[in-house]
């Protein structure tokens, strides 16, 4: 199928791509969230330090995230001779931009190879007005780059129609294939899909020496990071830790995802650990949010379907719609993307069928459904390709109908295409206007660096002010406990760990002050609220262990200082509260 005729197309999603890039090109990457400890990874690799988290007391090696991403961040510092976010992020920001342009032209010309150029380019253009697809790009996370790796393999695998005949496929494309599901493992661990995918594509194909040698190169792959696991959690630092729950299965950065995946809910240890029972039933559960969050990736997310709706309701009460509508409206619109995954499957394209089927399989094995839209994201483009090769289709089926019929088959599909389409256009133009929001870099020698990041609201500037307050006042060494603990290191330098998430506060106290903690910070971000849930009952429990030294207002943080000798025993403390 040639390319040549849909060049306009790529020019024109390209061009949108890079318009949507203006605004953002400006200051550091966002290191927020899992951006912090990629970047702190970086480091480490960068200054020869090993695979290590320097933030945490001791230096701890890593076991979570594979390499390559860190390995990336450490290439710019290398080359800039310099770890200091203030001026390796911006260069990383251009990076993404770069990636991201790879991405949607990806995007358009994998889909080339199942669809028409028009229908292709439909398939661009969803994948790039995906509000979280951009909010992503905006972080120095996985997501991204895995995406490209994974749309840059099915555009390098051979298409199951063209191996119809037996035709071995030819070395080059095995070998690129090859090094980018490498790759996308080395990105996340959920590339061990892909992998998994090419191999079972080449035994349903009954190819047993390409399956062997598919086999080969990923089990060298997954076996080689498994391995440097094992020896980490096999070595004596990991089994005596600097502080008592440093490796505590709940720590979820420090811990591999298998131990923190053994609880109930990872966010509340306090409810237990899973039996088989509760397994399947998160399974269950995960499963029956599937066709919704399916729905939100080839769309927006329900957030945003819901937040149309109170509108409508607000602005015609009498004519007011129940909130599951919306949540009705993207589980029906995962049925079409269903549909057109099953044609694939029947008309022999099983590669990209099983890896989508694999990825979901995955996802519902995990205990964070409130991830799922995230999840989904590098599977945005394979979705969307799903339900354009059934509007495709079934739009080639309705040429020889009657012409009354073609022409509601037509109008059906263009309200379909154009209602996502506007809703994301409407999204990302709410999200550009109002939570593209300016917020300020302090570096190590105290300049400042404006530049914008998404959904940067109030409660973050506030705990930026309140970080950087303590960056100017605390002791090298100190120890910060706090839920952003590697976005604290990273503008402060300090040793920062997350608070101790144990539901009695006499627990909880007694692990702090082993750290020792020096200071406690008490946030009001909403993204996770562990930093209120088991802090301030241990403020409350002992007020006079803890002073108050920074409070700016109701709706910023607060910072706590350790009052008298670090290191002071639990049983000393409850005796303390007890006078």
Known sequence: MSLRPGWRYLVVLLGLAAALWVPRLRGPLDLRYDGGVYYILGTSLAEGRGYRILSEPGAIEAVQYPPLLPALAALHMRLLGTGDPAVVGPWLRLTLFVMFLAYIAA??????????????????????????????????????PYALATVVFFLAAPVRRETANGTQTSWAREVACGTLGVAAYALRTAGIALLVAWIADSLLARRIRQTAIRAAVALAAVASWQAYTTQVKSSSEYRHPSYAYQRADYQFYNVGYFENMQYMDPFRPELGRISRADFARRVGNNVRLIPLSIGEAVSEHKGWWRGQLGKW?????????????????????????AAGFILLAIRGYQLIVLYTAGSV????????????????????????????????DL????????????RWASMAFAALLGFIVLQQTYTVYTSYTRHHQP?????????????????????????DDAIDWLAGRAKAGEVVATSTPHWVYLKTGLPAVMPPYEADPQEAERLLNAVPVTYLIVDNLSFLDVGRRYTLPVIKGWPERWSLIYFANDTGPRIYRRV???????????????K
């Open 313 to 337: 309701n607000l602005k015609a009460p009498a004519l007011a719609l129940p909130e599951w509508l919306a949540d009705a409206a993207l589980v029906t619109l995962s049925l079409p993307v």
């Open 107 to 144: 995007v358009f010309l994998m889909s080339r190879r199942y669809l028409p150029a028009g229908s292709a380019f439909l398939v661009g253009l969803v994948t790039l007005l995906h509000m979280q697809t951009i909010f992503l790009s905006d972080f120095f996370t996985a997501d991204v």
């Open 395 to 406: 739009a080639g089926r309705s040429a020889g109908a009657p012409t009354s019929r073609r």
């Open 361 to 392: 399989l995955l996802m519902a094995l995990t205990p964070w459904p409130v991830q799922f839209s995230r999840y989904l994201i590098p599977l945005t483009p394979f979705l969307a390709l799903g339900l354009m090769y059934l509007i495709t």
């Open 564 to 578: 008298g000798p670090a290191g002071l025993t639990a049983s000393k403390a409850a005796s303390s509260r007890a």
């Open 439 to 463: 917020a300020v870099y302090t570096d190590a020698a105290g300049r400042r660096h404006d530049y914008r990041l998404f959904f940067y609201d109030r409660t973050w500037r506030l705990h």
